[in-house]
């Protein structure tokens, strides 16, 4: 038997092990063509179809409404904080951005160099463990309302998305397809890179509004999302490698039966974890409870230095990933659709052991 260990990692991270074996039995011969999905052509009728169905499955199974268009874009999430702003403010207005942790702010930062965009809302000074309980009023011509669904190295997570006077554009890279309860009446765009759940890194999967897919002449071609979506994203060469895996790893969603299972799924590993937590004196966790985060719950022992023995001693015991974001430090479990409750139950035996072993 393959050799598993259990992998906490933020992203990348890990992927269903049917979904690797089938690659694996697939690599040589895809499909019974003779020749790797890696080396057939992007236009083939082959590889066509799997990607129009990726595009399709996906979309189907997040429930996003006829009026969005799923698109397949390089450049992971980090393209989208460019992407977003170059399109939704070409013809000016103005963006707000909610500041909830590190992703919001690299994103904020990209739009500013772009156009009006500003925080109405920052979680910065009380070191991003909460998120707005109501928000104060948006800017002028304000043309979209920007929020990280869930702060992968914060560990917060919104529990229902915030009403607004614009519509939302939402980065939701690390609790895709982990919930069920995207608002799409009120979003504009609902994008993610897809290494948080999906799929291998650089690759993002992005649902954009149709009205919004105009073209806009002074922003660079490739950048904009009216090219990307008039050639159903093979405007250039795609990954397609990820987009293979993305495939698979979406009909691996839909056989366990969709975004419900992993929407109950991700409710029980998270509550398994946190009930540990909140009942343990040995181990913290200082998200304000409203908005913890199902899929990435941070933590800490009563010092840095045990920290780092704790997630030393995990990786020799084949619990792996377990280091903090470096910018936050102490400890952090991603608990992804991939996870198996079973490494929950094991990440608390050996959360247990260390306490009593370091008292
Ligand atoms: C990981 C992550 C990103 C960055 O993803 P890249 O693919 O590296 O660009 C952005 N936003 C969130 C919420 C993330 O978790």
């Known amino acids: 038997m393959t050799h598993r260990i259990h992998n906490f990692c933020a992203g990348p991270c890990t992927l269903p092990l049917s979904v690797l074996e089938e690659a694996r039995a697939e690599l040589t011969d895809f499909q019974g063509c003779g020749m790797s999905v890696l080396e057939?052509?992007?236009?083939?009728?082959?590889?066509?179809?799997?990607?129009?169905?990726?595009?399709?499955?996906?979309?189907?199974?997040?429930?996003?409404?006829?009026?969005?268009?799923?698109?397949?874009?390089?450049?992971?999430?980090?393209?989208?904080?460019?992407?977003?702003?170059?399109?939704?403010?070409?013809?000016?207005?103005?963006?707000?951005?909610?500041?909830?942790?590190?992703?919001?702010?690299?994103?904020?930062?990209?739009?500013?160099?772009?156009?009006?965009?500003?925080?109405?809302?920052?979680?910065?000074?009380?070191?991003?463990?909460?998120?707005?309980?109501?928000?104060?009023?948006?800017?002028?011509?304000?043309?979209?309302?920007?929020?990280?669904?869930?702060?992968?190295?914060?560990?917060?997570?919104?529990?229902?998305?915030?009403?607004?006077?614009?519509?939302?554009?939402?980065?939701?890279?690390?609790?895709?397809?982990?919930?069920?309860?995207?608002?799409?009446?009120?979003?504009?765009?609902?994008?993610?890179?897809?290494?948080?759940?999906?799929?291998?890194?650089?690759?993002?999967?992005?649902?954009?509004?149709?009205?919004?897919?105009?073209?806009?002449?002074?922003?660079?071609?490739?950048?904009?999302?009216?090219a990307h979506a008039a050639a159903n994203s093979l405007y250039n060469t795609p990954p397609t490698w990820q987009i293979y895996l993305l495939h698979k790893v979406m009909q691996w969603i839909e056989s366990k039966g969709g975004i419900i299972h992993f929407d109950r799924a991700s409710q029980e590993k998270s509550a398994l974890l946190y009930d540990y937590l909140d009942r343990s004196d040995y181990y913290t966790n200082t998200i304000a409870p409203a908005y913890r985060s199902r899929t990435n719950i941070v933590f800490r022992t009563r010092s840095a230095e045990l920290d780092t023995r704790f997630w030393q001693e995990a990786e020799k015991n084949g619990l792996s990933g377990l280091k903090g974001h470096k910018i936050v430090g102490g400890l952090r479990a991603s608990l992804y659709n991939a996870l198996d409750i079973r490494s929950v139950h094991a990440l608390i035996d050996y959360m247990d052991a260390f306490a009593a072993e370091n008292p």
């Open 40 to 226: 057939i052509s992007h236009r083939s009728a082959r590889f066509e179809a799997l990607h129009h169905e990726t595009l399709a499955l996906a979309s189907r199974l997040i429930g996003a409404p006829d009026d969005f268009q799923a698109l397949l874009l390089p450049g992971g999430a980090h393209q989208q904080f460019d992407m977003i702003p170059l399109n939704l403010l070409a013809d000016d207005g103005s963006a707000a951005y909610i500041d909830s942790g590190v992703w919001a702010d690299k994103a904020l930062k990209e739009a500013e160099r772009v156009g009006q965009a500003q925080a109405i809302w920052s979680g910065r000074d009380g070191g991003y463990t909460t998120l707005p309980d109501s928000l104060p009023a948006l800017p002028a011509d304000c043309r979209y309302l920007y929020l990280t669904s869930n702060e992968t190295v914060n560990g917060i997570q919104y529990r229902s998305y915030p009403e607004a006077a614009a519509p939302l554009v939402i980065d939701a890279s690390s609790d895709y397809y982990t919930r069920a309860d995207l608002p799409w009446a009120r979003c504009a765009i609902v994008y993610g890179g897809v290494q948080k759940n999906l799929a291998p890194a650089g690759l993002a999967l992005v649902y954009v509004r149709r009205d919004l897919l105009t073209d806009h002449p002074r922003v660079p071609r490739f950048l904009t999302y009216a």
